[in-house]
């Protein structure tokens, strides 16, 4: 930030140079052209050049060649200001309509004077990034709207449906234990996308501040991972541990554990019955890198890029089983605490998340919360 501003200080300082050359040749000019005139005045008219007459007629030729002169530098500035001041205000204008109107395409080209890039410039270079911002920020409200109508109204059809077929007399007692199973396991799962909404527009919106404070992250692992043992035991998932002991650090625990019951909840998801899930903590210089790995379906590079993003599902297959939101929280988080995140897989055998979260130094005195 302070190289663009020693950048656009340096261009106002050329900018200032070469206006004043600009202004110094023309009241060069003028001035020459005055005293030249008024001299062939007084050579061509030598008898009287010394007399009071002589000097009169010399004098309102002069003049006459100044009222000239002036009237020329007007209609020059009168076209100046037409074209290298009105126009881009009438540009400025017309794009701020379209935004008003709800058009955030509104595009305006800089306008270069000739005594290079001015103040409307920067003004047009400043409202095209408004309007870049702008745009991106309605398709995102507009793809995200999309999205939670989707999200929420699958879970509620199915509701819906179960719903009707609950008031058949005909039902068996078995079928009607499956069907309120369904709307039990479909509100819950509406409760889920509820919940991680908030949590997110919590996040983006930095209602959410972390508390740190210092503790032993392969506690936390263990456990967070615990929590899902009914999950592991009825898919039959082998589940392989290796935490390094006392690796401390400093952060906030409660949004940390949100990472964790994600990434947990993903690799069990679309790990098959007979998989393996591991998970690995390791001391790597002043990080503590936590790897979670699957021999789950893996992902394609092409669905790795937008992994993160709200609301995106790679494999298609198994987006009953979730929203589309657990790993896009789990980025706004780690980015919170100033950790990195990041993904490896092959497709058909298995994906590894890594997350590196900074180590708390030694002797570090806890933070007041």
């Given at each position: 930030?302070?190289?663009?501003?020693?950048?656009?200080?340096?261009?106002?300082?050329?900018?200032?140079?070469?206006?004043?050359?600009?202004?110094?040749?023309?009241?060069?000019?003028?001035?020459?052209?005055?005293?030249?005139?008024?001299?062939?005045?007084?050579?061509?008219?030598?008898?009287?050049?010394?007399?009071?007459?002589?000097?009169?007629?010399?004098?309102?030729?002069?003049?006459?060649?100044?009222?000239?002169?002036?009237?020329?530098?007007?209609?020059?500035?009168?076209?100046?200001?037409?074209?290298?001041?009105?126009?881009?205000?009438?540009?400025?204008?017309?794009?701020?309509?379209?935004?008003?109107?709800?058009?955030?395409?509104?595009?305006?080209?800089?306008?270069?004077?000739?005594?290079?890039?001015?103040?409307?410039?920067?003004?047009?270079?400043?409202?095209?990034?408004?309007?870049?911002?702008?745009?991106?920020?309605?398709?995102?409200?507009?793809?995200?709207i999309a999205n939670v109508s989707h999200e929420l109204k699958t879970p509620l059809a199915v509701m819906q449906n179960y719903g009707t077929m609950l008031q058949s007399p005909n039902l068996t007692e078995a079928q009607r234990t499956e069907?309120?199973?369904?709307?039990?396991?479909?509100?819950?799962?509406?409760?889920?996308?509820?919940?991680n909404i908030l949590k997110l527009n919590r996040l983006e919106n930095q209602q959410i501040y972390p508390a740190a404070k210092r503790y032993n992250l392969g506690e936390q692992l263990a456990e967070c991972l615990l929590n899902f043992e009914?999950?592991?035991?009825?898919?039959?998932?082998?589940?392989?541990?290796?935490?390094?002991?006392?690796?401390?650090?400093?952060?906030?625990?409660?949004?940390?554990s949100l990472v964790w019951n994600n990434l947990f909840s993903n690799a069990l998801k679309f790990t098959e019955s007979g998989g393996t899930v591991s998970v690995t903590l390791k001391a790597e210089g002043d990080f503590a890198a936590v790897?979670?790995?699957?021999?789950?379906?893996?992902?394609?590079?092409?669905?790795?890029?937008?992994?993160?993003?709200?609301?995106?599902?790679?494999?298609?297959?198994?987006?009953?089983?979730?929203?589309?939101?657990?790993?896009?929280?789990?980025?706004?988080?780690?980015?919170?605490?100033?950790?990195?995140?990041?993904?490896?897989?092959?497709?058909?055998?298995?994906?590894?998340?890594?997350?590196?979260?900074?180590?708390?130094?030694?002797?570090?005195?806890?933070?007041?919360?």
């Amino acid at each position: 930030m302070s190289r663009e501003i020693a950048i656009r200080r340096r261009k106002r300082l050329f900018t200032a140079l070469r206006q004043y050359v600009v202004f110094f040749f023309l009241i060069a000019f003028v001035i020459t052209c005055c005293m030249l005139l008024f001299l062939y005045t007084m050579q061509t008219s030598v008898e009287i050049s010394f007399t009071e007459k002589g000097i009169r007629t010399a004098a309102v030729l002069t003049m006459g060649n100044v009222l000239f002169l002036s009237l020329l530098c007007t209609v020059i500035d009168a076209v100046r200001r037409r074209f290298m001041v009105e126009r881009p205000v009438r540009q400025i204008i017309k794009g701020a309509e379209k935004l008003m109107r709800g058009d955030f395409s509104a595009h305006i080209e800089p306008i270069h004077g000739f005594v290079g890039e001015d103040g409307f410039d920067i003004i047009i270079d400043c409202f095209n990034r408004m309007a870049k911002e702008l745009s991106g920020v309605e398709t995102l409200r507009t793809d995200f709207i999309a999205n939670v109508s989707h999200e929420l109204k699958t879970p509620l059809a199915v509701m819906q449906n179960y719903g009707t077929m609950l008031q058949s007399p005909n039902l068996t007692e078995a079928q009607r234990t499956e069907y309120a199973k369904a709307i039990t396991e479909q509100s819950r799962r509406l409760a889920d996308l509820i919940t991680n909404i908030l949590k997110l527009n919590r996040l983006e919106n930095q209602q959410i501040y972390p508390a740190a404070k210092r503790y032993n992250l392969g506690e936390q692992l263990a456990e967070c991972l615990l929590n899902f043992e009914s999950t592991w035991e009825k898919k039959n998932i082998d589940i392989e541990t290796d935490l390094e002991e006392e690796v401390i650090v400093q952060s906030d625990d409660e949004l940390l554990s949100l990472v964790w019951n994600n990434l947990f909840s993903n690799a069990l998801k679309f790990t098959e019955s007979g998989g393996t899930v591991s998970v690995t903590l390791k001391a790597e210089g002043d990080f503590a890198a936590v790897r979670v790995s699957d021999t789950g379906c893996g992902i394609s590079p092409e669905v790795g890029k937008h992994i993160f993003e709200k609301f995106y599902q790679g494999d298609t297959s198994h987006a009953t089983q979730g929203n589309g939101l657990g790993l896009a929280l789990v980025k706004r988080v780690v980015d919170i605490v100033g950790g990195d995140i990041s993904v490896e897989s092959e497709v058909g055998k298995g994906s590894t998340f890594t997350v590196k979260i900074r180590r708390a130094a030694d002797g570090e005195i806890q933070k007041d919360t």
